[in-house]
């Protein structure tokens, strides 16, 4: 019963960061589900929507599971979340269009929530990891078809295959550079170009956040220590004070006798 109204008080909450970075993707994946369903595309691209499709997938579906390990009633977080999870099965496109449940959810704490901005900034840390999520699958779902779509066909071209296409996006946004696969029209220069700055900026990101969780604990114990000897010290003036005090309230008494002598 408790944790019933613990995930009814939490409904009444702003969405996390997670969450928030999850509604997009999940509007992402409808967006792919309904190309896939309803747009005339060749093969290679359709197999590259399907590869992008199959990944969002596996990001829902560890954070389906992420959710059941760290709830405290299980039953009750699949009685809630069982829709996430038949929606985040790989390989059946049309259960996909079930992240609308999701997307309406979160949707609806926006609405109820008077500051969205206010609890972004409370968890830095978590929303600093659900937008390099959000990025990844972005920059790579973006990069991979616009480079496929572009480089396919053209003269002296090397990336033809759906594979090729997302290969080349990992290592450009990884700025490996390998070199095997690379883009040899204006436009994919254009679009490799615009994949290797995000790439940096998205691996600059990371690096500060790996430094500041590591920094992050020595500033909190520096923080205590700080706390601790300022505690201390007041207590020390406040200590000298009340001596002080006795001492003059000994005086006043003694003065006080020997004038009534």
Not at 3 to 20: G, N, Q
Not at 57 to 76: E, M, N, P, T, Y
Not at 94 to 107: D, H, N, T
Not at 228 to 248: C, D, F, H, T
């Amino acid at each position: 019963m408790s944790d019933s109204r613990h995930w009814k008080v939490r409904d009444m909450e702003a969405p996390t960061p997670i969450e928030l970075a999850m509604m997009v993707i999940s509007l992402v994946s409808v967006v792919l589900v309904l190309v896939l369903s309803f747009a005339t595309l060749d093969p290679q691209t359709r197999e590259l929507l399907f590869f992008i499709d199959t990944g969002i997938c596996f990001i829902f579906l560890s954070h389906f599971f992420i959710g059941l390990v760290r709830a405290r009633d299980k039953g009750f977080f699949i009685k809630r979340h069982w829709i996430d999870f038949v929606a985040s099965i790989p390989a059946i496109e049309p259960l996909r269009m079930m992240r609308l449940f999701q997307i309406l959810r979160v949707i609806r704490l926006i609405r109820m929530t008077r500051s969205l901005l206010v609890p972004l900034l409370r968890q830095r840390a978590q929303t600093t990891l659900a937008s390099l999520l959000v990025a990844m699958v972005l920059i790579l779902s973006i990069s991979s078809v616009l480079i496929l779509l572009v480089e396919s066909g053209a003269p002296g071209a090397n990336i033809h295959t759906a594979q090729e296409a997302m290969w080349w996006a990992i290592v450009t946004i990884s700025t490996v550079g390998y070199g095997d696969f690379y883009p040899v029209t204006t436009v994919g220069h254009v679009v490799g170009t615009l994949v290797i700055i995000c790439g940096v900026s998205f691996f600059g990101v990371i690096s500060g956040y790996m430094a500041s969780v590591f920094v992050a604990p020595e500033q909190k114990e520096q923080a205590k220590e700080q706390q601790q000897e300022m505690r201390n010290e007041v207590e020390a003036v406040l200590k000298r004070m009340e001596e002080n005090q006795s001492k003059m309230l000994a005086e006043i008494a003694e003065l006080k006798a020997r004038l009534e002598k």
